[in-house]
């Protein structure tokens, strides 16, 4: 059973850094990409990051890039925040890109980043 | 910048047939976005439906199907129940590493 399980999620100050972690099982993790998707608390879904099979090719939405840094270990998904601002408010979300550019097949439950002082 | 358009919310009655649409605010949608769209329902993770167009992901019942309409693409739930009352998201690649999701559809089942 595939299975994707984020952590790290806390309240921080603004301008502070966390890092997120997306622990993954049950299937083959080095064989697929993977894509970090947040949710600001009552708003819709936000593309953050994604990561290709071999990390050999990552992308960021404008709103993050320069202060966040995706990455991944064995089987494990990271998620490295930098110099966070209120509206990185959200829970975040891990998801394997399935076989189609669009497709995120699975996603763990997420985990809320608070950011206020 | 191109936004990605949802339908805010929408009602349908339990038996009946509802299209909610993805659009572009700039130029049409067309399957090399390879739109995709996702069920989420209240505090839960999102789960895809239809993908690449018009393909059902696994295990989702055949009265979901995907279209395109005109300039945008569609989803069409035939035969409503009750427990597909939910958020619908449609994401679409824009190419170059970039993905869009819509706004997000809230339908009400009644």
């Known amino acids: 059973e595939v299975q994707l399980v984020e952590s790290g999620g806390r309240l921080v100050q603004p301008g502070e850094s966390l890092r997120l972690s997306c622990a993954a099982s049950?299937?083959?993790?080095?064989?697929?990409?993977m894509n970090w998707v947040r949710q600001a608390p009552g708003k819709g879904l936000e593309w953050v990051s994604y990561?290709?099979?071999?990390?050999?090719t990552i992308y960021y939405a404008d709103s993050v890039k320069g202060r966040f840094t995706i990455s991944r270990d064995n089987a494990v998904l990271y998620l490295q925040m930098n110099s966070l601002r209120a509206e990185d408010t959200a829970v975040y979300f891990c998801a394997r890109r399935g076989t189609v550019l669009t497709l995120f097949d699975y996603w763990g439950q997420g985990t809320l980043v608070t950011v206020s002082s | 910048q191109t936004l990605v358009t949802q339908e805010p919310s929408f009602s349908v009655s339990p038996g009946g047939t509802v299209t909610l649409t993805c659009g572009l605010t700039?130029?049409?949608?067309?399957?090399?976005?390879?739109p995709t769209w996702y069920q989420q329902p209240p505090g839960q993770p999102p789960r895809p439906l239809i993908y690449n167009t018009n393909t059902r992901s696994s295990g989702v019942p055949d009265r979901f199907s995907g279209s395109i309409l005109g300039n945008k693409a569609a989803l069409t739930i035939t035969g409503a129940q009750a427990d597909d009352e939910s958020d619908y998201y449609c994401?679409?690649?824009?190419?170059?590493?970039?993905?869009?999701f819509g706004g997000g559809t809230k339908l009400t089942v009644l």
């Open positions: 700039s130029g049409s949608v067309s399957t090399t976005f390879s």
């Open positions: 049950g299937f083959t993790f080095s064989s697929f990409s």
């Open positions: 994401v679409l690649y824009m190419g170059g590493g970039l993905w869009v």
């Open positions: 990561i290709s099979s071999s990390s050999s």
